[in-house]
């Protein structure tokens, strides 16, 4: 029996991701939901921390900067903000992605810990598993 995982979805095993892909995606989602909370939307469409209103965020799309023109992307931000402060609709207006979005993000919290967690748990047995040689491998 072999202590790799087995093939799933055409993932090879020495592909798998490891802790450190697991704990940055999981800070990386926390940081994205914390923004969301952070953040409120100023009459102008443009990003501000909630309660600043002089501190906005600069416009990012570059297609926008350099030709005027809304990406696909545009709008994303700020219909995961409108969702975060409870306003469906408006996210909805400002991009029909946004909620799908939100979602995923949301999910990868409990996904992630539970990925750690179980990832904690197999090193840990790997670790007092009794080897071939009747010795315990430590």
């Known amino acids: 029996m072999t202590d790799q ?7 090879k095993p020495s592909a798998a991701h490891g802790p450190r892909h697991h704990a ?3 800070a990386l989602a926390i940081l994205a939901i914390a923004l969301a909370l952070a953040l409120e ?4 469409g443009r990003l501000a921390l909630f309660g600043r209103a002089g501190l906005t965020l600069p416009n990012v799309c570059a297609s926008r900067m350099v030709l005027g023109v ?7 931000t700020r219909a995961i ?3 975060a402060h409870g306003d469906w609709r408006g996210s909805w207006r400002r991009h029909v992605l946004g909620a799908p979005l939100a979602l995923f993000i949301l999910a990868q919290v409990p996904y992630r810990l539970a990925v750690l967690a179980r990832q904690g748990r197999r090193s840990t047995t790997r670790a ?6 009747g010795r315990l491998d430590v």
């Open 128 to 133: 007092f598993r009794p080897s071939t040689q």
């Open 81 to 83: 903000v409108s969702l």
């Open 70 to 76: 809304d990406c696909p992307g545009c709008g994303l």
């Open 41 to 44: 939307e100023r009459p102008a």
């Open 24 to 26: 940055l995606a999981l």
């Open 5 to 11: 995982p087995p093939i799933a979805l055409g993932i």
